[in-house]
Nanobody
């Protein structure tokens, strides 16, 4: 079955950087669109960034210019490079493959 494992979360000060990774198995990775989503306490899960199988990217307005999504099809990994982090970026970050496969999430906490 599909398995997505996120890593790279943690505690960082405002202005800092983190890189999240999502390792996929059980899918033909190269043909799947991939995405990063996040959910803050008391809020709905929201899209952060997506990348198609062809490498086209899309970002939430709140992260444009600060976050970069990329993928390595050979390693079956999708990344989220997060720079200039803000306290409002604090959330659990989830990886999504295709239409309905989710990882377990990784916590990102940005202190002010």
């Amino acid at each position: 079955q599909v398995r997505l494992v996120e890593s790279g979360g943690g505690l960082v000060q405002a202005g800092g950087s983190l890189r999240l990774s999502c390792a996929a198995s059980g899918i033909i990775f190269s043909v799947n669109g991939m995405g990063w989503y996040r959910q803050a306490p008391g809020k709905q899960r929201e899209l952060v960034a997506t990348i198609t199988s062809g490498g086209s990217t899309n970002y939430a307005d709140s992260v444009k210019g600060r976050f970069t999504i990329s993928r390595d099809n050979a390693k079956k990994v999708v990344y989220l490079q997060m720079n200039s982090l803000k306290p409002e970026d604090t959330a659990v970050y989830y990886c999504k493959a295709g239409l309905a496969s989710w990882g377990q999430g990784t916590q990102v906490t940005v202190s002010s």
